[in-house]
């Protein structure tokens, strides 16, 4: 017993110890990914904005404008992104770690911009980061063409910020420096260069006043809620500079714009600090932020070496992993490719500001009686929303200039390419999200965080509701996670050599500890939603006539109207008429039924045998009443139920997404005696299929292109790219529909594919959705978050026969 003790005494330490190191580890990774991810254009609002994913901090941002007439000015002072008001812009090739390049066509200013935005890692406060701003004038552009451009930073919170830089002169000669501090950045300059590039020189008596060939710093201390409207300030602040100036010269003689739209000269110490170069022609200046903790500063000359590495790096990473397959084989698409991808993630922003949440719990909230939305419309309208917060979300967004905040069901079909570019990263945004659920298990399904974000929101859709509920897509992602755990370990177990994780990307994939204390912490908070999505959104089975396997696993979204079911996604696809407490959805029960696979595989994978066990019974039951509730022997197809005027459970029938929903979240078996009428829907003319895409509602059906024409029969990529993921699983597995599945793929995977490209190649643009008759972009421009779910369908495998593979498009 003495001897034992001994033994135990000497073996404890040791596995603590072990215990230590991999918990040491397991730190440092988090560490070092966090830290590669401090700075980023985390400002997706803005065509250039930076800042890093600290709640208050240093930030900054870019506008530019013709001077060379009144007018354009007025007009065309670029700084938000808007829509319709460029020719294309976005990011041609991004990564988050790294940095990239942006593009700009500017066709009203006569200028085209690229923002090259670059990451020096090193030192103890996340590293440095440069930017170089390059202007090059358009074809038509006049060869004096004029244009001013302003960088700015702001600081919010504790610390400060210089601009060091005499205010006795008329303007600034060479760099700009403005030296800061804060607690978390600690010491930093940034430098804006002189750069390169002629400045107009008039001959107007003003020019000795503010000679342009010098840089104007204007540094101003203003309230912290006011520093994101940059534009109106500077408005302001010009228009003081403009009547002080204009008066001073007779009228037959007014000084020119590029002169008179000049910011005063007074640099030093604030909060605000605005920075102005005037040019006459192509132009380019370096922004050069410095962290004092990291070995050098950053130089012009750094960035041009740089910039041509993380180019190759990217472009090399890129073949790798998205490379398109056939018959995308034209360098084209390969270009088009790099760009959506780039600008999903060139999309990624730091959100962080209280919201406004009604949290009243109004009985008319559980919608329970019939009429329910009139009572939940009239409680609403009472307008009892409080602000709660501030929280932070690291996300990315559907489109920079209509949608530059986080919606959950986008986000979970965003990071499915991206999980395949940076494994940690994605694992980061899924924190974030989780972060944000409440006590109960809610998580808002559109994070308006703070004044500037809700500045884009009309009031009436600002209020996030806590019964409302979301398509819960991030499941989605963590299942793609543990997919490739599973490939990671067998081919561990393979060669008994742990995979070579390429840095910052895939750490916490290569090292098996991580990813089970990742998915550790992570699980308590998908178990709190999970169940808040069987409690808050469960549908009545008992109290109807209805019969099913289970009683239990039937659901309605809750928050419709006659009208809409917002929370679905789907927001006016048809549904039954009246909205009845009575109501199953079969696009929710499918949600479910996705959630609990992949709850029960991350039980599975934590050893968390009894919960594994239950959620086996769930999955078994939803997939069992999915037929029990919601098929259709003479829709031949799924179908919501409602509860008709005699009391009676009945079938409501509208062929498109909402009806293949079961099969398109993977629930249909390959041998299931459904599939192969979901098969005959999907693929006939007259309901879903065409040449351009799955429509979202079929053609036959007597609301197609109806009212909103939303959800109605556009195409959608998010819905699509579903479809094609499950049609390629049927094709590569035995079964009675192998073939017909594998052309069904093929042909679908083409049609997107060259829908998407050719609207991206005419207009400059990915957008919301597709015509489903002339296969044309339309509704939001500028949609990058979703539609860039081709970028996925063009790296899949090509299942075409024979000839066709050489049919290059
Ligand atoms: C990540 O970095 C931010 C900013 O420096 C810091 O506030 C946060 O605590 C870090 N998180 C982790 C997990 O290291």
């Given amino acids: 017993m003495a001897q034992y003790r001994g033994l135990m005494l000497g073996f404890i330490p040791l596995i603590l110890s072990q215990f230590a190191l991999v918990g040491a580890q397991v730190a440092e990774i988090e560490k070092a990914s966090n830290e590669s991810l401090l700075w980023g254009p985390y400002r997706p609002n803005l065509y250039f904005g930076v800042r890093p994913r600290i709640p208050k901090s240093l930030m900054g941002g870019l506008l530019w404008t013709r001077v060379e007439d009144y007018a354009s000015v007025q007009n065309n002072f670029r700084h938000t992104c808007e829509q319709h008001e460029l020719d294309g812009y976005g990011w041609d090739e991004y990564d988050v770690r790294t940095g990239g390049r942006q593009?700009?066509?500017?066709?009203?200013?006569?200028?085209?911009?690229?923002?090259?935005?670059?990451?020096?890692?090193?030192?103890?406060?996340?590293?440095?980061?440069?930017?170089?701003?390059?202007?090059?004038?358009?074809?038509?552009?006049?060869?004096?063409?004029?244009?001013?451009?302003?960088?700015?930073?702001?600081?919010?919170?504790?610390?400060?910020?210089?601009?060091?830089?005499?205010?006795?002169?008329?303007?600034?000669?060479?760099?700009?420096?403005?030296?800061?501090?804060?607690?978390?950045?600690?010491?930093?300059?940034?430098?804006?260069?002189?750069?390169?590039?002629?400045?107009?020189?008039?001959?107007?008596?003003?020019y000795n006043e503010k000679p342009l060939d010098r840089t104007l710093v204007h540094s101003a201390q203003l309230p912290e809620e006011a520093l994101w409207q940059t534009k109106p300030i500077l408005y302001g602040h010009l228009k003081s500079q403009i009547d002080a100036l204009i008066s001073k010269y007779p009228e037959d003689n007014p000084p020119p714009p590029a002169q008179v739209y000049t910011i005063q000269h007074s640099p030093g110490r604030g909060n605000f600090h605005l920075v102005q170069k005037v040019f006459e022609g192509p132009f380019e200046f370096d922004v050069l932020y410095s962290s004092a903790s990291a070995p050098t500063p950053v130089t012009s000359n750094d960035m041009t070496e740089k910039i041509k590495s993380v180019t190759s790096e990217f472009s090399s990473r890129f073949t790798n992993i998205f490379k398109p397959q056939a018959p995308f084989f034209k360098d084209r698409y390969e270009e088009f490719s790099k760009s959506l991808f780039s600008n999903l993630i060139g999309g990624i922003g730091y959100f962080f500001g209280d919201s406004r949440v009604d949290r009243s719990y109004d009985s008319a909230y559980e919608e329970d009686n019939e009429g329910f939305w009139e009572d939940a419309e009239e409680a609403r309208g009472r307008n009892v929303a409080q602000f709660e917060g501030p929280s932070e979300l690291y996300t990315s967004i559907p489109s920079r200039p209509f949608f530059p905040r986080g919606f959950l069901w986008d986000e979970g079909f965003h990071l499915i390419p991206v999980i395949d570019w940076d494994v940690d990263l994605t694992l980061d945004i899924i924190k974030s999200w989780f972060k944000l659920m409440d006590e109960d298990g809610w998580i808002a399904r559109e994070q308006i965080l703070g004044a500037e974000a809700r500045s884009k929101v009309p009031p009436e859709f600002q209020v996030q509701y806590p019964h409302y509920a979301n398509p819960p897509t991030l499941f989605m992602v963590i299942t793609s996670f543990l997919d490739k755990l599973d490939v990671q370990t067998a081919a561990s177990e393979k060669s008994s050599q742990k995979l070579l994780a390429e840095k910052s990307y895939f750490m916490q994939l290569a090292n098996r500890e991580a990813a089970l204390q990742y998915l550790r912490t992570l699980y308590p908070l998908l178990k709190r939603h999970y169940f808040w999505f069987r409690k808050t959104q469960a549908g009545d089975i008992k109290s109807y006539d209805r019969e099913a396997f289970s009683t239990k696993e039937g659901y309605r979204w809750r928050g419709r109207t006659p009208r809409h079911v917002l929370t679905s996604g789907l927001d006016d696809y048809p549904r039954p008429q009246p909205p009845h407490p009575g109501e199953l959805h079969v696009d929710l029960l499918s949600w479910i039924g996705l959630m609990t696979r992949s709850m029960k595989r991350i039980a599975v994978y934590l050893g968390e045998e009894d919960d594994a066990a239950e959620f086996v019974k769930y999955e078994e039951a939803i997939i069992r009443n999915l037929d029990d509730l919601h098929w259709s022997d003479k829709a031949k197809t799924y179908c919501d139920a409602t509860i008709d005027d005699y009391e009676e459970n009945k079938l409501v029938c509208h062929k498109g997404y909402i009806s293949i929903f079961p099969f398109l979240v993977g629930l249909l078996p390959p041998d299931s005696p459904r599939l192969g009428a979901v098969l005959d829907t999907l693929s006939d003319p007259e309901e879903m299929w065409t040449e351009f895409g799955l429509r979202s509602l079929s053609k036959s059906d007597e609301f197609y292109h109806t009212e909103e024409d939303y959800w109605r029969g556009p195409i959608w990529i998010n819905m699509n790219y579903l479809a094609v993921q499950q049609l390629l699983s049927l094709a590569q597995q035995k079964g009675p529909h192998q073939e017909r599945a594998r052309k069904l793929y093929s042909e679908l995977r083409r049609n997107l594919v060259s829908t998407v490209y050719n609207s991206w190649k005419e207009t400059g643009f990915a957008w919301e959705q597709y015509n489903p008759e002339t296969g044309k972009g339309q509704r939001t421009q500028h949609f990058t978050g979703w539609t860039s779910l081709v970028v996925k369908i063009m790296g899949m495998p090509s299942l075409e026969k024979g000839e066709k593979v050489h049919d290059e498009l």
């Avoid at 060479?174 to 020189?201: A, M, S, Y």
């Fill in 103 to 206: 593009t700009i066509h500017d066709p009203a200013n006569r200028v085209d911009i690229t923002t090259e935005f670059i990451k020096f890692p090193g030192g103890q406060h996340g590293g440095s980061w440069g930017v170089r701003i390059k202007g090059t004038p358009r074809e038509d552009a006049s060869p004096d063409l004029r244009t001013t451009v302003i960088w700015y930073n702001t600081l919010e919170g504790l610390g400060s910020l210089e601009a060091n830089a005499d205010s006795d002169e008329v303007g600034t000669e060479g760099d700009v420096v403005l030296k800061g501090q804060t607690l978390e950045l600690g010491d930093f300059e940034i430098r804006v260069t002189e750069g390169k590039g002629d400045h107009p020189r008039t001959n107007h008596p003003s």
